[in-house]
């Protein structure tokens, strides 16, 4: 019953978005659905999302295997410096290259930047899997007489799908998504064109159908990600070889293996660092900054901490329904949370408005309802984390727990909580990065005179105010820098330095 509640409550934007579209009737929808704007704002997002997900999972898979499997000097160093991107927001990683390069627009370059925000999405997690593998498993299949390249192909590529799939999955959803980034850059998708609708007819009927169309999207990549996924398990009680890898020795190949990690940060975090840095220096009173700066940080920090907690907890049930008693039925329930973080914040937004005025006014400008909102957007980056802590948590040891006599409280609380604990923070990392960086639902949401990072960022941008908008693109890079360490810290844990 929890789960078909949290489900249903994360279906609120879809149910809000249907209503409009059945109101109206399908003679109004389909004119709006099939037209040619329709289909170059779709050709626009697909096209945008294949070169960014193929960029980050290239990138990924390849920044990965000379962290993890080769002798890279210094890897621990590297994967800190590669994972360093979590901490910049897209939007602020665009505000940097277009204050520095004004004539920075389009498809290519939206898919430098987002790649260049979103590829340790990728990488942490393939990362991590190639820790784990068993080194026992490549060896016996040379063993066998397959090659470095069938090896490859045939024993690691499998083990690492999921990881790949996952990653890329957060990649895709996060771009079908983006609104500050895209715009900045003049790209028009889905995303920018709802809130452009939204813009000049508050809840128009437009703006619901584009969000029907943004909708199909998400289904479509959830669907292929089911479908690639499989039925596959690669849980085991132990964790194989109690050693690691043998690394793969570059020799004279050393030195252009290092400048690939090295340009790969320069661009995705040297770059944003330099700009807001120069900009910083053109700020006015430091004195004046700092008092404006103070109450706008704790409001952001505080709202990242409820949603937080919020979302682990709605998430933790469904995650362990969808592994522990996989079936149809829960994969549904668990894949229908994905909907709304496909959907731009500012249709959750209103869509949570609209419930809010008509059935609970008393909840309308209150923090509940913004963290509501956060709770239905981030839960998928939640569930990824959740998932993955509970599968790799045996039920043996469960079963062996309530054998011994302890009852299913005291189990969960001896057992369950502690392997599953790190996946848990990580889960929390992961909605606390996005909360710091929400932009348009915070706007819409939000009580009077509340004011984030991320709106106070997005009103200087817009009004070309760089120096302006410096200081809180420095405070939100510092306020992910701990839960991007937490991430970074359960992705290297075992790293071989």
Do not use: K
């Not at 490859?152 to 998504?177: D, F, I, K, T, Y």
């Not at 937080?308 to 329930?333: D, E, I, K, Q, Y």
């Amino acid at each position: 019953m929890p789960c078909l509640l949290i489900a249903g409550f994360t279906a609120i934007p879809l149910a809000v978005i249907v209503y409009y579209c059945f109101d109206v009737g399908w003679a109004v929808v389909e004119p709006l659905v099939f037209r040619p704007l329709i289909g170059e704002l779709l050709a626009n997002t697909v096209l945008l999302c294949a070169t960014t997900t193929a960029c980050c999972l290239t990138a990924g898979v390849a920044l990965a295997w000379l962290v993890e499997r080769t002798n890279l000097p210094g890897r621990g160093l590297w994967l800190a410096l590669l994972a360093s991107p979590l901490a910049i927001p897209a939007f602020v990683n665009s505000y940097a290259w277009i204050s520095l390069v004004p004539e920075l627009h389009g498809l290519w370059a939206a898919t430098l930047i987002t790649s260049l925000s979103y590829y340790p999405f990728v990488l942490l997690p393939v990362a991590a899997a190639l820790r784990g593998l068993d080194p026992a498993l490549e060896e016996t299949g040379r063993s066998l007489g397959l090659g470095p390249v069938r090896v490859w192909a045939r024993v690691v590529l499998p083990q690492l799908r999921p990881a790949m799939l996952g990653g890329s999955l957060l990649v895709a959803l996060h771009l079908l998504a983006e609104f500050g980034a895209i715009e900045q850059l003049r790209y028009a998708t889905f995303a920018t064109a709802i809130i452009a609708q939204y813009e000049s007819t508050f809840a128009s009927t437009a703006a619901n159908a584009l969000a029907a169309v943004l909708i199909a999207c998400c289904l479509l990549f959830i669907t292929l990600e089911v479908l690639t996924r499989g039925r596959a398990r690669t849980a085991r009680l132990g964790s194989g070889a109690a050693r690691a890898a043998t690394p793969v020795r570059l020799g004279r190949l050393t030195a252009p293996a290092v400048a690939v990690p090295l340009a790969v940060v320069g661009l995705a975090a040297g770059v944003p660092v330099y700009s807001v840095t120069h900009w910083l220096g053109h700020t006015g009173s430091a004195g004046h900054a700092m008092s404006a700066l103070l109450p706008v940080l704790a409001t952001t920090a505080e709202l990242a901490a409820l949603a937080s907690a919020a979302t682990v907890a709605a998430g933790f049930p469904l995650a362990w329904l969808s592994v522990r008693h996989r079936s149809l039925m829960t994969t549904v329930l668990e894949r229908s949370t994905y909907l709304a973080s496909a959907v731009p914040g500012v249709v959750v937004g209103l869509a949570l408005v609209t419930v809010a005025i008509r059935y609970t006014r008393p909840l309308y400008q209150t923090t509940i309802l913004v963290v509501a909102a956060y709770v239905m957007l981030f839960l998928p980056r939640a569930m990824v984390n959740l998932r993955s802590a509970i599968g790799q948590a045996p039920p043996v040891l469960e079963e062996a727990s309530r054998a011994l006599g302890q009852t299913a409280s005291a189990t969960f609380r001896r057992v369950v909580i502690p392997l599953t604990a790190p996946g848990v923070l990580s889960a929390a990392a992961l909605v606390s990065l996005a909360v710091t960086t929400e932009l348009t639902a915070t706007i819409l949401l939000a009580p009077t005179g509340t004011h984030t990072l991320a709106t106070e960022f997005w009103s200087a941008a817009a009004e070309i105010d760089y120096p302006a908008a410096a200081p809180y693109a420095v405070c939100m890079i510092v306020l992910s820098l701990p839960s991007a360490y937490l991430l970074l810290r359960q992705s290297a844990r075992g790293v071989t330095r």
